[in-house]
C-alpha cells in the first residue's frame, strides 16, 4: 500500500510537468479562478471518480460526493457547497450523479445494522418507504437494487428542489437545470435518467 501511495505522488509530479510542457500557462488560468460548468453530487465511492468518467478538466466540474449522493437537509456541508455554487460561481447545471452497485443503497435496502452510518443512511429508507411496493414487485435482487438506486438519485433531485437555495435561486430568475444521472460499472457509461424513460418519484 505505500507503494501505490508512493505512486501517487510521483505521477503528480510527472503529470505537472507534462501540463506545464504542453500548456505553459495552464497553471496560471487555474490560480486565476474557477467558473465551473456544472455542480456534481457524486458518491464517495472510489471506482467512480467523476473527472475520470466524464473527462472533466482542472475547473470544469465543482464536485461534492457523500456516501450515497445525498441531499440532507441537515447537512451543512452540502448546503454550502450549494449555496456557493449556485450564488458565488453561478452555477446553473446541478447533476445528481449515483452510480449502480452502491454499496450505501445496498445496505439501506439490506437493512444492515453497520453503526454511524445508519443515521445516514435513512434518508435511503425513507426512499425505500416511499417506493415498497414498486421494489417489493421485482424479483430479481439485483434489478431491485438498480430500481433503488435511480429513485434514490431521482428523491435526491427532489430534495434539490426543496432546498432554500434552490428556491431563491428560482425566485429570482435562474433557470437552475437538475440532472439525474446514473454510471454503469457494467459499461462505463452515465444514463441521464431524465431521458431514459424512468424519471418519476
Known amino acids: ?65 457523500n456516501i450515497a449522493n445525498l441531499v440532507a437537509h441537515s447537512d451543512l456541508n452540502f448546503l454550502s457547497v450549494l449555496q456557493y455554487a449556485v450564488e458565488v460561481l453561478k452555477v446553473d447545471d446541478i447533476i445528481v450523479y449515483g452510480h449502480y452497485g452502491c454499496g450505501g443503497i445496498q445496505a439501506a435496502l439490506e437493512d444492515q445494522a453497520i453503526g454511524l452510518i445508519d443515521n445516514w443512511l435513512a434518508n435511503i429508507k425513507d426512499v425505500i418507504h416511499r417506493h415498497r411496493a414498486e421494489l417489493d414487485a421485482i424479483t430479481d435482487e439485483h434489478d431491485r437494487l438498480n430500481r433503488l438506486v435511480e429513485l434514490n438519485v431521482l428523491a435526491q433531485v427532489e430534495n434539490l428542489k426543496l432546498s432554500s437555495v434552490y428556491r431563491k435561486a428560482v425566485k429570482a430568475g435562474r433557470k437552475i437545470r437538475l440532472h439525474p444521472w446514473v454510471y454503469d460499472f457494467s459499461t462505463g457509461l452515465v444514463t441521464d435518467l431524465s431521458e431514459a424513460g424512468v424519471a418519476h418519484v
Not at 500557462?25 to 468518467?53: H, I
Not at 466524464?54 to 465543482?62: Q, R, V
Request: with cysteine; aromatic share 8%; hydrophobic share 40%.
Open 1 to 65: 500500500m505505500e507503494k501505490v501511495i508512493a505512486q501517487f505522488l510521483q505521477h503528480n509530479r510527472e503529470w505537472a510537468a507534462e501540463k506545464q510542457h504542453k500548456h505553459p500557462r495552464y497553471f496560471d488560468k487555474l490560480t486565476a479562478g474557477q467558473k465551473p460548468a456544472a455542480l456534481l453530487l457524486g458518491c464517495s465511492d472510489s471506482r467512480v471518480s467523476p473527472a475520470v468518467v466524464l473527462g472533466g478538466d482542472l475547473g470544469e466540474i465543482f464536485v461534492h460526493r
